[in-house]
Nanobody, 123 residues
Framework: QVQLVESGGGSVQAGGSLRLSCAAS????????MAWFRQAPGKEREGVVY???????TYRDSVKGRFTISRDKAARTLYLQMNSLKPEDTAMYYC?????????????????WGQGTQVTVSS
């Protein structure tokens, strides 16, 4: 069973930065598709960005140029660098993984999920 543990969330003012981490268990295949999703109160969970096994990425339009996904395969850790944060970025952020991306922006494309880390951006 793959386990994912997120960290790095917190509270920042608009314009600030945060770096989220997602540590995957040792049995996680390094070529898995991995993604960040977020869910704001009262809203559906939405895809933020995903990275394929070959390193190619797909970002949600609203975060392009502000967020950067990366992965350290040796450490089995996924990162999300978030800059120029906006109040509308406030949400619980989740890490997800699956053997293939499929439609990588959909929640049903992923078998494994972390518990989430809260990001709050104040104006």
């Amino acid at each position: 069973q793959v386990q994912l543990v997120e960290s790095g969330g917190g509270s920042v003012q608009a314009g600030g930065s945060l770096r989220l981490s997602c540590a995957a268990s040792p049995n996680t295949n390094n070529n898995y598709c991995m993604a960040w999703f977020r869910q704001a109160p009262g809203k559906e969970r939405e895809g933020v960005v995903y990275i394929r096994g070959d390193g190619t990425t797909t970002y949600r339009d609203s975060v392009k140029g502000r967020f950067t996904i990366s992965r350290d395969k040796a450490a089995r850790t996924l990162y999300l660098q978030m800059n120029s944060l906006k109040p509308e970025d406030t949400a619980m952020y989740y890490c997800a993984a699956d053997g293939s991306c499929g439609n990588g922006g959909r929640t049903d494309s992923y078998e494994y999920w972390g518990q989430g880390t809260q990001v709050t951006v104040s104006s």
